[in-house]
């Protein structure tokens, strides 16, 4: 054959081959450069794969042009409205602010200045990013006559750094309310605190799955109207790793992700009295994608982690080919940059088993494996309770405790496979076709019980992570719906 009839022929077999895996996944639109789409994975559910490629102000305007709509209500006084609801509508003195534009909107303007100064700790990349989103998401808006309400970079910065921005001055606070007394410690429970401590996950080494590989699964439990119009992003820039995410329309930062190397992370809040309203560096979503852009295993995420800035105490869920962890990772005074800075972080490996540990506020490690770990909203290290002067309330032990007991059954029958580790980050699902739903948690409560009230609707995102396949599993909008899928 000669050469050019060969090269001929493996074209057109190679445009074949791209011509049927681009009708596999049907594309709704592209980003006017042509690098960017967005395909159907699942239309007739609402589970679209969304790829950017280019430098981080091209990602962002391919971002903002195909999901304009979305991008606008992030930034929109009813998205900040909406979420301060969630978290605090059980207050009713909290309801008469948040509903009066007169004192909501300077809460807002106090967030936008705070987020302005911590600017410095976000990469470059990322703020190039966030403009690119505001100005793409405007020009597809204006290019169809709509109107662009509140976008604005301070608006986006604000939606990705507000965790981190409200809780370095709440937890001051909530926390210290919840030692006053049994009355208002439940009261508080009941109306702020309960519902802003949620989230779980694991992590299960090729010793403990069936796949002959590590497993991670991680419930973001948050809002319904936050997360039901989630995407699973590719990211694909021209620095760092290649980064896959079910994520929220408008965020730079992540609350779940895999990159190409199989690191995996996400995160679950922690209540503590010590932040650093000072020093709250780039908030934990802005540092999970920074983390998983720059490294390709635990460890060294772990020592990069140790040594960033950070205002609020957050527990991050991590694995990579070899191994897990969790990061216990408290505030830090001076954003790392001195020795005493590192006592309030510490990590738990996959196979750091002390079940001896002194007891601290009635909380301990019960996994005995070193096959598996577990995480939901309580630091376990004693020293890490101390330093940070942490708490762990009812509900996070409750689920820790029950999930620990799941896993390790599963671990021990015989291994998780990848439909295992997703009934496993369900285990929570009200539904009958949960295998769990009737299972009894360590507070005598029914497992389906906890959402019973969701009506069929997904409070945030599951999400498992099979590392050596770099394959992401992802559930959001409803219960009924089918597990979107995506592959690096």
Same mark, same amino acid.
Not at 249 to 266: E, H, K, Q, R
Not at 293 to 310: E, F, G, I, L, T
């Given at each position: 054959?000669? $050469?050019?009839?060969?090269?001929?022929?493996?074209?057109?077999? +190679?445009?074949?081959?791209?011509? +049927?895996?681009?009708?596999?996944?049907?594309?709704?639109?592209?980003?006017? =450069?042509?690098?960017?789409?967005?395909?159907?994975?699942?239309?007739?559910?609402?589970?679209?794969?969304?790829?950017?490629?280019?430098?981080?102000? $091209?990602?962002?305007?391919? #971002?903002?042009? %195909?999901?304009?709509?979305?991008?606008?209500?992030?930034?929109?006084?009813?998205?900040?409205?909406?979420?301060?609801?969630?978290?605090?509508?059980?207050?009713?003195?909290?309801?008469?602010?948040? $509903?009066?534009?007169?004192? +909501?909107?300077?809460?807002?303007?106090?967030?936008?200045?705070?987020?302005?100064?911590?600017?410095?700790?976000?990469?470059?990349?990322?703020?190039?990013?966030?403009?690119?989103?505001?100005?793409?998401?405007?020009?597809?808006?204006?290019?169809?006559?709509?109107?662009?309400?509140?976008?604005?970079?301070? #608006?986006?910065?604000?939606?990705?750094?507000?965790?981190?921005?409200?809780?370095?001055?709440?937890?001051?606070?909530?926390?210290? *309310?919840?030692?006053?007394?049994?009355?208002?410690?439940?009261?508080?429970?009941?109306?702020?605190?309960?519902? !802003?401590? %949620?989230?779980?996950?694991?992590?299960?080494?090729? &010793?403990?799955?069936?796949?002959?590989?590590?497993? %991670?699964?991680?419930?973001?439990?948050?809002?319904?109207?936050?997360?039901?119009?989630?995407?699973?992003?590719?990211?694909?820039?021209?620095?760092? #790793?290649?980064?896959?995410?079910?994520?929220?329309?408008?965020?730079?930062?992540?609350?779940?992700?895999?990159? =190409?190397?199989?690191?995996?992370?996400?995160? *679950?809040?922690?209540?503590?009295? @010590?932040?650093?309203?000072?020093?709250?560096?780039?908030?934990?979503?802005?540092?999970?994608?920074?983390?998983?852009?720059?490294?390709?295993?635990?460890? =060294?995420?772990?020592?990069?982690? =140790?040594?960033?800035?950070?205002?609020?105490?957050?527990?991050?869920?991590? &694995?990579?080919?070899?191994?897990?962890?969790?990061?216990?990772?408290?505030?830090?005074?001076?954003? /790392?940059? +001195?020795?005493?800075? #590192?006592?309030?972080? /510490?990590?738990?490996?996959?196979?750091?088993?002390?079940?001896?540990?002194?007891?601290?506020?009635?909380?301990?490690?019960? @996994?005995?494996?070193?096959?598996?770990?577990?995480?939901?909203?309580?630091?376990? !290290?004693?020293?890490?309770?101390? @330093?940070?002067?942490?708490?762990?309330?009812?509900?996070?032990?409750?689920?820790?405790?029950?999930?620990?007991?799941?896993?390790?059954?599963?671990?021990?029958?015989?291994?998780?496979?990848?439909?295992?580790?997703?009934?496993?980050?369900?285990?929570?699902?009200?539904?009958?076709?949960?295998?769990?739903?009737?299972?009894?948690?360590?507070?005598?409560?029914?497992?389906?019980?906890?959402?019973?009230?969701?009506?069929?609707?997904?409070?945030?995102?599951?999400?498992?992570?099979?590392?050596?396949?770099?394959?992401?599993?992802?559930?959001?909008?409803?219960?009924?719906?089918?597990?979107?899928?995506?592959?690096?």
């Amino acid at each position: 054959m000669k $050469k050019g009839s060969f090269l001929a022929g493996t074209a057109v077999l +190679f445009l074949f081959i791209f011509s +049927f895996s681009v009708q596999a996944l049907e594309i709704v639109d592209r980003s006017p =450069d042509g690098k960017g789409y967005k395909a159907a994975l699942d239309k007739a559910h609402n589970k679209y794969l969304v790829h950017l490629q280019g430098n981080g102000r $091209k990602m962002g305007y391919q #971002h903002g042009w %195909m999901l304009a709509d979305d991008v606008k209500y992030i930034c929109s006084y009813q998205f900040y409205r909406d979420t301060a609801m969630a978290f605090l509508g059980g207050d009713p003195k909290l309801v008469s602010v948040i $509903k009066n534009d007169i004192l +909501f909107k300077p809460i807002i303007a106090a967030l936008v200045a705070d987020a302005r100064r911590l600017s410095p700790y976000i990469p470059q990349e990322f703020a190039d990013e966030m403009r690119g989103i505001r100005d793409g998401a405007k020009a597809r808006l204006q290019s169809e006559g709509k109107d662009v309400g509140e976008i604005s970079y301070d #608006h986006l910065l604000v939606s990705n750094m507000a965790f981190d921005l409200v809780l370095s001055v709440a937890y001051r606070i909530i926390v210290k *309310d919840l030692k006053v007394s049994a009355e208002e410690e439940k009261k508080i429970r009941n109306n702020v605190y309960q519902n !802003m401590h %949620m989230c779980d996950g694991f992590v299960i080494n090729k &010793a403990g799955t069936t796949t002959g590989g590590v497993m %991670m699964g991680r419930s973001f439990m948050n809002l319904w109207s936050m997360c039901k119009n989630t995407v699973i992003m590719n990211y694909n820039p021209t620095y760092g #790793h290649r980064i896959i995410s079910p994520n929220i329309p408008g965020f730079t930062g992540i609350a779940v992700g895999m990159n =190409d190397a199989g690191l995996s992370m996400g995160m *679950d809040m922690v209540p503590a009295e @010590e932040t650093s309203v000072v020093f709250s560096g780039k908030g934990c979503l802005l540092l999970t994608r920074y983390l998983l852009s720059k490294h390709s295993n635990v460890r =060294d995420a772990v020592d990069d982690m =140790d040594h960033s800035a950070r205002g609020v105490p957050w527990i991050y869920i991590m &694995a990579d080919a070899g191994t897990g962890a969790v990061a216990e990772a408290g505030a830090n005074t001076w954003g /790392g940059k +001195f020795p005493w800075d #590192h006592a309030t972080f /510490g990590a738990r490996f996959i196979d750091w088993v002390d079940t001896n540990a002194p007891r601290k506020n009635g909380v301990q490690q019960i @996994e005995n494996d070193p096959r598996y770990i577990v995480a939901s909203n309580h630091f376990i !290290m004693p020293n890490i309770i101390i @330093e940070n002067r942490a708490k762990a309330i009812e509900d996070s032990t409750n689920r820790y405790n029950t999930l620990v007991r799941l896993v390790g059954d599963k671990v021990t029958g015989g291994g998780v496979s990848i439909e295992d580790g997703k009934q496993l980050v369900n285990y929570l699902c009200p539904l009958d076709y949960n295998i769990y739903k009737n299972t009894t948690m360590y507070n005598g409560n029914k497992c389906g019980d906890f959402y019973k009230s969701s009506q069929g609707k997904v409070d945030g995102i599951r999400a498992l992570l099979d590392v050596p396949n770099r394959r992401v599993y992802a559930m959001y909008g409803n219960y009924s719906d089918p597990w979107a899928v995506f592959q690096l």
